[in-house]
């Protein structure tokens, strides 16, 4: 099964892609989905993260579909 991730801001920077597919088992978690990506992409791991699935925050407990979107963020902060 096919996801399409996309990186935004500092993400997209680090991982030096603004989007890619990555092939995961049906019925998989989002947080085991994120965590392969981590392991492509270990520089990540020194953000504090936020990823979305079909542009709805997501906790990680969600379980991923076929072209599903998910996409990964920094946080955010403004004043």
Do not use: W
């Amino acid at each position: 099964m096919k996801l399409q991730v996309l990186f935004f801001g500092a993400t997209a920077s680090i991982s030096g892609k603004r989007s890619f597919q990555v092939e995961t088992d049906e019925g998989m978690h989002v947080c085991a989905v994120f965590e392969r990506i981590l392991i492509e992409h270990p520089s990540l791991t020194a953000h504090k993260l936020l990823f979305s699935v079909n542009q709805q925050y997501a906790t990680g407990e969600e379980i991923v579909r076929e072209g599903d979107e998910l996409a990964i963020f920094t946080a955010v902060s403004g004043g």
